[in-house]
């Protein structure tokens, strides 16, 4: 088939707009906290509500673009950012960021879903594994520049009028002096529009589903859902959701906290180096998969998330804050491995399977409410302790999956025998 250029860019280009939505909640934690006085975990339910939707949305989004096909449905959901970003930049107050945040969630889960078939027609089926790499490259890339718009915004909108450009006297004219941090909003808001408007004027490919990308039927779910492994794999890619967005929404705080630095700029910093350094050791990863079983490599690098934990909480100020963007490096294969290994394990029903594991994204909404809680009782360095729990599930996978196709990996003692030329 031949390639959509333009198809590829634009999907690359979603996948960007919709890690800047997603990944900015981590740096406005401490603002929420200080602006609308909240407890931590009052707090934490602002990434519940936004992850949430992932929980409510996964399953029926597959129905909805088997039912009208890519184009409207995602339209509508670039409209449901929309509708959110605006309502809370017209009215910034903690119940309407609530609502918004999960009408918010809810359009980006559904984009989730419709892209990566997308992706695989228009750039080729043969060239689909190397697009979908790039396109978690620009993801990663977009959660790593989020959080310097915000400091941007944050340390530029608080200074006197006449330090400021064009840009930002217009923004501030429509955010309160008192919430700089709301502006981002009117920029997601843009964004959201622009998408609207080129996808509106978009020529979509048809796309073809096979049987394993199709949302399948409800007994092929009750098929799954009868099996204690598909739970087992659940529950594990719910606890390594909570665990990257439990450590990227406190690491601010708890850097603010314990640490006394400024959340507006050595606390985003960090949490952007958490989402680039998640990023870089994707590259990593791939090389190890090439020489380790997957299961193998969980086992490491979960061992090695948990050691930075360690050092993150109990360390001083600067190796703290150096631990806890590392714990991104060892994190970022967990998610790839953990869905390899599930799907891997079953031999038929793959697309509702995937619909299953994507559910399990809701845990980035569960255990960040958790550590709030426990945090409110017993302080923050306490509450983050639940982050051992949710590592721990996910290092377990290593020792129990057994997959019926394990990932394919390089020799060296084959390599090294092969004859040179």
Not at 24 to 34: A, N, Q, R
Not at 259 to 283: E, I, M, N, R
Request: aromatic share 16%; charged share 10%; glycine share 10%.
């Amino acid at each position: 088939m031949a390639r959509n250029r333009y198809m590829v860019g634009l999907v690359f280009l979603v996948f960007f707009v919709m890690s800047l939505l997603t990944n900015i909640l981590g740096p406005i934690v401490p603002d929420i906290i200080s602006s609308f006085h909240v407890s931590l975990a009052a707090a934490a339910f602002l990434p519940f509500s936004f992850f949430i939707a992932y929980g409510v949305m996964s399953i029926p989004a597959g129905f909805l673009l088997e039912r009208f096909g890519e184009k409207p449905v995602m339209i509508a959901a670039f409209l449901a950012g929309t509708l959110g970003s605006l309502s809370f930049a017209l009215h910034p107050t903690y119940k309407v960021a609530v609502v918004s945040l999960f009408v918010m969630g809810s359009g980006m889960a559904t984009l989730q879903t419709a892209i990566n078939p997308l992706l695989r027609v228009a750039g080729g089926e043969e060239h689909f594994a190397f697009n979908e790499a790039f396109a978690q490259l620009i993801f990663g890339s977009a959660s790593f520049l989020s959080p310097y718009l915000y400091s941007y915004l944050v340390v530029n909108l608080s200074q006197p009028s006449g330090n400021k450009n064009l840009f930002l006297t217009t923004l501030a004219r429509w955010t309160p002096p008192d919430l700089p941090w709301a502006s981002l909003y009117w920029i997601f808001a843009v964004f959201t529009v622009f998408m609207i408007v080129v996808l509106y004027f978009t020529v979509f490919p048809r796309v073809e589903r096979s049987t394993d990308e199709s949302a399948g039927s409800w007994s092929m779910y009750g098929d799954l859902l009868r099996r204690p492994m598909v739970w087992m794999f659940f529950f594990c890619v719910f606890a390594y959701v909570g665990s990257e967005q439990g450590t990227a929404d406190w690491i601010s705080k708890f850097l603010s906290a314990y640490h006394g630095y400024d959340p507006h700029t050595t606390g985003a910093t960090a949490v952007s180096w958490f989402w680039g350094l998640l990023t870089a050791g994707c590259f990593i990863g791939m090389g190890l998969l090439k020489l380790f079983d997957s299961r193998y490599v969980l086992i490491g690098t979960t061992l090695g998330a948990l050691l930075c934990l360690s050092a993150a909480l109990m360390g001083p100020a600067k190796v703290s804050l150096i631990a806890f963007p590392a714990i991104g490096l060892f994190a970022s294969v967990m998610w790839p491995i953990l869905v390899s290994l599930g799907l891997n394990s079953v031999s038929e029903h793959h697309g509702p399977f995937a619909g299953i594991l994507s559910t399990g994204i809701m845990g980035g909404a569960v255990v960040p409410v958790i550590i709030g809680r426990i945090g409110d009782h017993f302080g923050l360095r306490f509450g983050v302790c639940f982050l051992y729990l949710t590592f721990g599930c996910v290092l377990s996978v290593g020792f129990w999956a057994k997959p019926l196709i394990t990932n394919a990996t390089v020799s060296l003692k084959k390599v090294a025998e092969q004859p040179t030329t």
